[in-house]
């Protein structure tokens, strides 16, 4: 069957908005609410075992903070922590925008004058995504996603597969037709079970983790100058990570 579609990751994976985006937004809502915490590089690394935002607190409270003092109703808590955070998320991304990871603007350029349709599904809220799309390409970004799936448009976050399923049904496409890229091993999960090939871009904060389920796990996509290096699997004596390269996955 011909490959129709790419599905991206988000986080991580078009950009590393974790360590310098979604962590650093955290933190300023905290001090915004007078929280004596800070997540630190590593700490993060920690949290992000747990996808989303929202959920990541909750596990926070629970495991590190579990006298806190809490004078409210949790949900709205964490609600009301997230708005504050996913504010100074956007501020950040439009003050200063964090750049595409290596190879990504050049593929994407690639897949979709080739005819194929691109797809997002990530685990973040869908504003912080189009956040993310609004503020990279010169704003142009987002116009080259037909479906954007995101958050809590599922009730299971990644490692669930719901969220491809999801980019699935609404490209019309099966698994067979598109592959996605990613970059943690949930993610790795979620795409698989929802039967797709899968590319590994790593990052600092996933390197070390088990991908033995991808196609293919390379350190970035890579440019013709700038070539990737090869973690795990076979890559067709490709340098970087092209539609050619991704037909043979
Ligand atoms: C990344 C996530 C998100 C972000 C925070 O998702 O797990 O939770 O860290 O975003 P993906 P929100 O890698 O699937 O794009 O605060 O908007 O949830």
Partial sequence: MSLKAIIFDVDGTLAETEKDGHRI???????????PWQWGVNLYGELLEIGGGK?????????????????????????????????????????NSIPLRVGVE?????????????????????????????????GEMAKLFTVIVAGDMVKKKKPAP??????LEKLNLSP?????????????????QAGLKTLITVNEYTKQQNFELASLVVNYLGEKNNPFTVIEGNNHNHDYFNLDLARKL
Wanted: proline residues 1%; negative net charge.
């Fill in 162 to 167: 719901d969220i491809y399923q999801l980019a």
């Fill in 55 to 95: 959920e990541r607190l909750r596990h926070y409270l629970n495991i590190y903070q579990p006298q806190f003092d809490l004078r409210e109703d949790l949900d709205l808590f964490i609600r009301k922590i997230h708005q504050n955070k996913s504010c100074h998320y956007r501020q950040l991304l439009e003050n």
């Fill in 106 to 138: 050049r593929f994407i350029t690639e897949a979709s004058n080739a005819g194929l349709k691109l797809a997002i599904a990530s685990t973040a809220s869908v504003e912080n995504v189009k956040a993310l799309l609004d503020n990279s390409l010169n």
């Fill in 25 to 35: 937004a955290f933190n300023l809502a905290f001090q915004q609410a007078d929280l």
């Fill in 176 to 192: 067979e037709e598109c592959i996605a890229i990613e970059d943690t091993n949930q993610g790795l999960i979620a795409a698989t």
